[in-house]
């Protein structure tokens, strides 16, 4: 059964602590991508990778980070120093190259205590 | 600022009816278009994808496409109660690899 696989699917943290979200994809698909969804706004991009050992930050990169060293799997950090970390994190990745779909693991719902 | 515009608040629609979506957009060389399905809690579903100018039918869905005008909209026939959810507007932007998205429409359809 090929898809995106995100986990936890709730995660709750105390305040200055790192929380690591995972993102695993058997897709074969070279892109993945990392969303912030707050109530009532749309998706936000934290950051990218276009390709194994390789990403670019996105919109809101500060106070987080990523790590993309196998195709299959594109972990996400949430650091202490991002100031309002709760939210939907929503990964994704991109299909057919050219054709720029992208399609949406179920997604963490983080919660800060 | 590359910028996708949802401006429309809650839509609702009686059972059976159409209902319809837009979607601005200011690059004029955006390549690609999508619309999303969000059901609440739920993450974003791929249910359209358009390219070229004019209209995309997918059963009960329609995407229409006017580069020149920047615009891309979205029909729901015979909307079905289980149609209600958030439907967000999704360009790629000419030369790079990412999507933006609109803030999305909530469409509630009434049985």
């Known amino acids: 059964d090929g898809g995106i696989t995100q986990s936890p699917k709730y995660l709750f943290r105390k305040e200055g602590q790192n929380v690591t979200l995972s993102c695993e994809q058997n897709?074969?698909?070279?892109?993945m991508y990392w969303y912030r969804q707050d109530p009532g706004q749309g998706l936000r991009l934290i950051y990218y990778?276009?390709?194994?050992?390789?990403?670019q930050k996105g919109d809101i990169a500060e106070g987080y980070s990523v790590s993309r060293e196998k195709k299959e799997s594109f972990p996400l950090t949430v650091t202490s120093a991002q100031k309002n970390p709760t939210a939907f994190y929503l990964c994704a990745s991109q299909g057919e190259r050219g054709m720029n779909e992208q399609f949406f693991g179920p997604g963490t719902r983080l919660t800060v205590l | 600022q590359k910028e996708v515009e949802q401006n429309s608040g809650p839509l609702s629609v009686p059972e059976g009816a159409i209902a319809s979506l837009n979607c601005t957009y200011s690059?004029?060389?955006?390549?690609?278009f999508f619309w999303y399905r969000q059901y609440s809690g739920k993450s974003p579903e791929l249910i359209m994808s358009?390219?070229?100018?004019g209209d995309k039918e997918d059963g009960r869905f329609t995407a229409q496409l006017n580069k020149a005008s920047q615009y891309v909209s979205l029909l729901i026939r015979d909307s079905q109660p289980s149609d209600s959810a958030t439907y967000l507007c999704?360009?790629?932007?000419?030369?790079?690899?990412?999507?933006?998205f609109g803030k999305g429409n909530q469409v509630v359809v009434i049985p």
């Open positions: 897709l074969n698909h070279d892109a």
């Open positions: 358009i390219y070229s100018n």
């Open positions: 690059d004029r060389g955006s390549q690609s």
């Open positions: 999704a360009v790629n932007f000419y030369g790079n690899n990412r999507l933006a």
């Open positions: 990778s276009q390709i194994v050992n390789d990403f």
